[in-house]
């Protein structure tokens, strides 16, 4: 049977690339969405091995009857890629409760949450691997980013706490820390910031997508690599 993957938030941006690019490979897909349903239904229509799920991660209810959903219909969940997520721009002392507990639960939550509940069956199985996508601002900080600079560094801790939680386990746990890569995230940017970005990184590019997805994969074939935190940036953050 088809090693069964889930993918949170894979409607758009890097979710659905490493959605396509693992559905090439042969794995069944479930791509999780939540607000995108059109591109959510495209990406199913355009790809064999790609089953979708609407949920919003940040609800424990959505991912619990998502989770039953997997293994009453797959028997199984082989790998968990927590990679929902959301940002926004503002200065500390902006910052409302509102805006923390949106941004908490959208990128941390949902990882916590969406992990606990697959867990019991990795365990059961003692066998599975998942991965988080981070960000270069969890490792350096951003400024009038914090609180999704605290998100992804928590994501983080939780890779690394983790992995030694689950090595017994036979459970993998890494991070993926991005840098700056082309997706709806980044279209706030104006061509002149953009312009500014390239010069500062060693490679003077963006990132693609496909930089991510190609990285993922190696994840998942790998055998030996576990609370490991792998930034992927141009060069742009060194550490
Ligand atoms: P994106 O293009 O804005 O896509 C975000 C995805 O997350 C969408 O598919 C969205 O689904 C989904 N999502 C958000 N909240 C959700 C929720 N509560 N439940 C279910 N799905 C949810 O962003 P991206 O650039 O691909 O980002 C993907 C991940 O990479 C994020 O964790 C982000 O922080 C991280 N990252 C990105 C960059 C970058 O430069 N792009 C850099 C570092 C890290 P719907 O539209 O269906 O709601």
Redesign the pocket.
């Known amino acids: 049977m088809n090693k069964i993957v889930l993918i949170?938030?894979?409607?758009?941006?890097?979710?659905?690339?490493v959605a396509k690019t693992l559905a090439q490979k042969g794995y069944q897909i479930i791509a999780?969405?939540?607000?995108?349903?059109d591109?959510?239904k495209k990406l199913k229509e355009e790809n064999i091995n790609i089953d979708i799920y609407?949920?919003?991660?940040?609800?424990r209810k959505?991912v619990h009857k998502m989770i039953q959903y997997i293994i009453e219909r797959y028997h199984k969940i082989d790998i968990l890629i927590?990679?929902?997520?959301?940002?926004e721009s503002k200065v500390f002392t902006d910052v409302t409760d509102q805006d923390w507990n949106q941004m908490i639960?959208?990128?941390l939550y949902?990882a916590f949450c969406t992990t606990q509940e697959v867990l019991p069956e990795m365990i059961k199985k003692k066998d599975g691997c998942i991965i988080n996508?981070?960000?270069?601002?969890g490792i350096v900080g951003s400024s009038c980013e914090t609180i999704?600079s605290i998100?992804?560094a928590g994501?983080d801790a939780m890779t690394k706490s983790l992995a030694k939680e689950l090595g017994p386990s036979n459970i993998r746990v890494n991070s993926?820390?991005?840098?700056?890569?082309?997706?709806?995230?980044?279209k706030f940017y104006s061509n002149e910031e953009i312009k500014n970005i390239k010069e500062e990184i060693p490679l003077e590019k963006?990132?693609k997508?496909s930089d991510?997805a190609k990285c993922v994969n190696w994840l998942i074939e790998d055998e030996y690599t576990t609370g490991q935190v792998i930034s992927i940036n141009g060069g742009w953050v060194i550490i």
Do not use: F
């Open positions: 949170t938030g894979a409607s758009r941006g890097i979710g659905r690339e999780n969405y939540n607000k995108s349903e591109q959510a609407k949920a919003d991660v940040s609800k959505e927590n990679n929902a997520g959301i940002s639960n959208n990128n949902s996508i981070s960000s270069i601002w999704y998100t992804k994501i993926i820390a991005p840098g700056m890569i082309d997706t709806d995230m980044n963006i990132g997508t991510i």
